[in-house]
C-alpha cells in the first residue's frame, strides 16, 4: 500500500492561510489523494480529493505538484473550528485489483491561534 | 441526507465480556467498513463489506472479533472475549464506489 508522509503538528493564527504538506513519493497512477480532518471525539470527516488537477470546494484547496509525489492542502482562513488532525491518504482507484480501501497514517495536528 | 448512524455511543465492559456495536450506513451506499482507532493513532481498518459481502477483513482478528451486514444494509461488530487492549474508538463509514467516504461519530469501549 503507497504511503505517505505529513509533519506531526503545525501551528497557524486564526484567520490566516495554513498550508498542510504531504509527501507521496510512491504514488501509482491510478493513486487519488484524498484528504480527511477528524475534530476531537468526532469520526474523521472527507475535506477533499484529486488525481492530477488543482481541485477547490468549500471547505479547502488541494494544489498537487506536477509529478504527483506531494500535494498541499489549502485552509485559505483558518478558524479555531479548524483544528484538528488532518490525514492524507491515498486511495487506488476500486477495480478487480483493489478494494479503495483508506490507510489512515498519523496525519498532522493542526493548532490554531486566536 | 442522514449520516452515518452507530450505537452505542459509550461502552464500558469487563475483560471476557462480549460487546456488539451496531450501525446504519448512508442509503444507497453499498461499501461499509469498521474501524478501531486506538487513542492517539491514526484508525486501522478491521473489515471492509461490498452490500453484504466481507471484501477485506484480514486485518480483523477472527478469533474473537467477528461482523455481519444484514441484507447490504446495516452492519454489527462484535467482540467476544473482550481484552483490555480493545479498548477504542470503534467507526463504521459508507461509501459509494470511488466517491469519498462518510463516517460516524464511533462507539468509544472502554474494557477494564
Not at chain 2, 477504542?88 to 472502554?110: D, K, Q
Request: proline share 5%; with cysteine.
Amino acid at each position: 500500500d503507497a504511503k505517505t508522509t505529513q509533519p506531526n503538528s503545525m501551528e497557524s493564527n486564526e484567520e490566516e492561510p495554513v498550508h498542510l504538506p504531504c509527501n507521496h513519493s510512491t504514488i501509482s497512477g491510478t493513486d487519488y489523494i484524498h484528504w480527511y480532518r477528524q475534530l476531537p471525539s468526532q469520526g474523521p470527516e472527507y475535506v477533499i480529493h484529486g488525481l492530477t488537477s488543482n481541485v477547490n470546494n468549500r471547505m479547502a484547496s488541494l494544489a498537487i505538484a506536477e509529478d504527483r509525489k506531494s500535494s498541499t492542502l489549502i485552509l485559505h482562513r483558518a478558524t479555531l473550528r479548524d483544528a484538528a488532525v488532518y490525514y492524507c491518504i491515498l486511495r487506488p482507484l476500486v477495480g478487480s485489483s483493489n478494494t479503495g480501501k483508506l490507510i489512515f497514517g498519523q496525519g498532522t495536528t493542526l493548532q490554531v491561534k486566536p | 441526507e442522514a449520516g452515518v448512524a452507530q450505537s452505542p455511543r459509550y461502552k464500558i465492559i469487563e475483560k471476557r465480556q462480549s460487546v456488539a456495536f451496531w450501525c446504519n450506513p448512508i442509503s444507497g451506499h453499498a461499501t461499509l467498513y469498521w474501524y478501531q482507532q486506538i487513542l492517539g493513532q491514526g484508525p486501522k481498518l478491521l473489515i471492509q463489506f461490498q452490500n453484504n459481502g466481507v471484501v477485506d477483513d484480514s486485518q480483523l482478528p477472527k478469533d474473537r472479533f467477528s461482523a455481519e451486514r444484514l441484507k447490504g444494509v446495516d452492519s454489527t461488530l462484535k467482540i467476544q472475549p473482550a481484552k483490555l487492549e480493545d479498548s477504542a474508538v470503534y467507526l463504521c463509514a459508507s461509501s459509494l464506489r470511488n466517491y469519498g467516504y462518510t463516517f460516524g461519530s464511533g462507539t468509544r469501549l472502554t474494557v477494564v
